[in-house]
């Protein structure tokens, strides 16, 4: 079914009209990323409030062997309601993502720097403004109070009948929002009357109604024969905007294309091409949302095929593996290709079902808060793991889980854990879209993995949903930011541990330039991408993972460098501007996945995201299955001998740093 122009947006209009209309299509366009943006947060605090656990496993690494920790995942074959849920949930999360990213895209073609921390749904402190149990409005579609669903909140919670209704009501057909509104003004005819630059967008209804607005004023026409969309094209094409693809990118990790049926990016070659790949763009959202393209009757309808993901694309990009691992069933592609054939209101109606049934359970007021035992943390493979004395006991956790659970301000913490983990993702898509001249920027899947893990933390710690609305306060003025207890150069290693506002999870996000990081080592000349491509320890020659210089602290450190010369940065002092680490604090079990070198440097108070030298102090070896702390504690110590003070010991991890996952 080819999308059909409203009756309004068919008649030609005045020439005159035309920046008017451009202001109109801008501010529609951005109005796109703000919904999809809106309910990625949304969709994310239920779905890890699923009661369940999760092994931490990787290629050809036993590194986390016999070990769980909180929080559900995706399952290959899911034999409860808790599994059938949470894949359900995880397949609208991911195609959400895939919606913002195609709104950014042609929120770029149409001529705007696409912003993720807009004011429409965030505050300067990253508080998320938009959800709250007072809040009734969907950004730009719709105010709950004018519509049947006037009792439910626009708010963050457990996966539960309030949120379902929600979540239907965000995702639900223009058919049945029509019959749900009481009052108000919704459904506007484009282009819109009397509107004028610098107004507020009118509601909505729906989703839907938006993109066929959208489309609408792409596609208007003037009296002297030009469109919007050749107006656009011309500058677009001429201008190369920004436009980036997660999904339908083969490179890396990522051998195979996703989505055959249609592009996620638009080639400006062709105007017609480019005009039929926006319009295929905002079909693939609506029709995947609510099945727009295909609701002919009172009967939902599945999924065009052309708008569903390959199976085996899919398990050739998102391959799964068990404690020693090994490959096993891809259970991130058996979650979205048995439920991406099914619109989104369609498959929260089906976990509507699993809700009423009672079978389904979650973090909210769950018995195992603040009763965790060391035996609901292991798998039958614990004692055969080779990292054990490396590792903190399961007891340890379970001791930690509990000890948290307790602490008054455990929930305000872990809400910041949560808000910081999401903006390490925003804050770097404002740039991956816009990056600075001369710069590249990578998009964070460490940021997007680890704030997931970061939600389900804060709900098994405390039993209740994170507070994504308290925001965090900025790091402090002249302190050196470390990545956690033990690490901090000014205080002799004193302090307990990180700050909390610049707790996150980063790589390509966060600006953590002197901020640590958790094992997914960086170059400290940049560019990169996590520890995969770190050298073995034999390109340099010999080493036991100690400190390799005697502390000439000039050029070479007193020794030559390796070849390839491939240095990465410690994760207490990190030398990445704009690259960072992947989380802060660092989890105590955090292992090193790989071996390398890196170079240690000192930094300055007044300005850490200067070393004091361009030159390293001195260098270190680190080899798989280390305990990043201890790593950063080692450069930690030695900036501390260079500066010629003394160190103090190092501490036990605490609490926090125990609870937290490690990073994959």
Not at 8 to 23: C, G, H
Not at 196 to 216: E, N, R, S, V
Not at 642 to 658: H, V
């Amino acid at each position: 079914m080819t999308r059909t122009l409203s009756a309004s947006a068919r008649a030609s209009r005045p020439r005159s009209n035309l920046p008017t209309d451009l202001a109109a299509l801008k501010a529609i366009a951005q109005a796109a990323i703000d919904v999809e943006l809106f309910t990625i947060p949304l969709y994310m605090t239920s779905l890890y409030s699923i009661e369940g656990m999760h092994e931490i496993n990787s290629a050809n690494n036993q590194l986390y062997l016999g070990r769980l920790w909180p929080g559900a995942k995706t399952a290959a074959a899911p034999a409860n309601a808790n599994e059938k849920a949470f894949n359900i949930v995880f397949s609208v999360f991911i195609q959400e993502m895939l919606h913002l990213q195609m709104a950014a895209n042609m929120a770029s073609v149409i001529g705007i720097k696409p912003d993720f921390t807009s004011p429409a749904l965030q505050d300067e402190r990253h508080g998320w403004t938009c959800y709250g149990p007072g809040k009734t409005i969907i950004p730009n579609i719709v105010d709950l109070k004018d519509t049947t669903h006037e009792d439910v909140p626009v708010n963050v919670g457990a996966l539960n009948e309030d949120s379902i209704r929600l979540f239907l009501a965000i995702e639900q057909p223009e058919e049945d929002a029509r019959k749900a509104i009481k009052s108000g003004t919704y459904f506007p005819k484009a282009p819109f009357a009397d509107w004028k630059i610098g107004d507020t967008l009118p509601m909505f209804g729906t989703i839907g109604w938006m993109y066929q607005c959208y489309y609408d004023y792409l596609s208007l026409r003037y009296d002297d024969g030009s469109t919007l969309w050749e107006t656009v094209w011309k500058k677009a094409s001429k201008g190369k905007p920004v436009q980036n693809d997660l999904f339908n990118v083969t490179s890396g990790g990522h051998p195979m294309r996703e989505f055959m049926g249609f592009n996620t990016m638009v080639a400006l070659t062709y105007k017609d091409i480019a005009y039929q790949q926006m319009v295929a763009m905002m079909d693939a959202i609506t029709d995947q949302g609510e099945g727009s393209e295909l609701r002919k009757n009172d009967a939902l309808e599945a999924v065009m095929p052309r708008y569903c993901p390959d199976k085996d694309a899919l398990e050739s990009d998102y391959p799964s593996y068990d404690g020693k691992g090994q490959l096993v069933d891809s259970a991130d592609a058996a979650a979205r290709f048995r439920n991406d054939f099914d619109d989104h209101y369609e498959r929260f109606q089906a976990v509507q079902t699993l809700i009423q049934d009672g079978s389904l359970t979650t973090w909210a007021n769950n018995p195992r808060i603040g009763n965790w035992q060391a035996s609901q943390l292991k798998t039958d493979g614990y004692d055969d793991n080779p990292y054990n004395d490396v590792l903190p006991s399961a007891d340890d956790i379970a001791g930690a889980l509990n000890r948290l659970s307790k602490e008054a301000d455990s929930h305000t913490v872990l809400s910041q854990a949560a808000i910081g983990a999401i903006a390490g993702v925003t804050t770097v898509l404002n740039d991956y879209w816009s990056p600075p001249a001369g710069t590249t920027v990578l998009f964070p899947y460490p940021s997007m993995s680890g704030s997931g893990d970061r939600m389900a933390i804060a709900w098994a710690v405390t039993g209740q949903c994170p507070d994504l609305s308290i925001g965090i306060d900025p790091p402090v003025p002249n302190t050196l930011k470390h990545a956690c207890q033990g690490l901090d150069f000014d205080n002799g290693g004193k302090n307990d541990c990180a700050q909390v506002s610049i707790f996150h999870s980063c790589k390509g996000s966060n600006k953590c330039h002197a901020q640590g990081g958790c094992g997914f080592v960086q170059q400290t000349t940049g560019g990169g991408n996590c520890s995969g491509s770190a050298p073995p320890a034999s390109a340099g020659g010999g080493g036991d993972g100690g400190v390799l210089s005697t502390r000439k602290f000039g050029g070479t450190c007193g020794w030559p460098p390796p070849t390839p010369s491939t240095f990465y940065s410690a994760p207490s002092d990190n030398k990445c501007s704009t690259l960072g680490g992947c989380a802060v604090p660092i989890s105590a079990s955090q292992l090193y996945p790989t071996e390398g070198v890196m170079q240690i440097f000192d930094f300055k108070t007044d300005d850490a995201t200067k070393a004091i030298t361009s030159d390293p102090i001195c260098r270190t070896r680190y080899k798989i299955g280390d305990a990043v702390h201890d790593v950063a504690y080692k450069a930690f110590a030695e900036v501390m001998a260079y500066r010629q003070m003394p160190a103090a010991a190092k501490p036990k991890p605490n609490d926090r740093r125990l609870a937290f996952p490690p990073s994959t």
